[in-house]
């Protein structure tokens, strides 16, 4: 099982800023592997760490963050 930890670990390892929602959306992403966007937004939205308020914007900025770095596709 991939902790929170993990995923920090992941984003330091590809050069990127280790945020609430990175950590949120890697983990939804890992936790629900071929979810359409929406269900990624919903599933980050109903996760406590990331604060509850993350944009749609933001989800989908971090998404082209993570593909860009190679960490998901």
Do not use: F, K, N, W
Request: hydrophobic residues 45%; aromatic residues 2%; charged residues 25%.
């Amino acid at each position: 099982m991939t902790t929170a930890p993990d995923y920090e670990q992941m984003l330091r390892g590809a050069d990127l800023r280790v945020t609430r929602p990175r950590v949120a959306v890697l983990g939804a992403v890992h936790d629900l592997p071929h979810a359409d966007t929406d269900a990624i937004i919903g599933a980050v939205r109903a996760d406590d760490a990331a604060g509850g308020d993350v944009s749609h914007q933001a989800v989908y900025d971090v998404l082209r963050a993570l593909t860009g770095a190679g960490l998901i596709r």
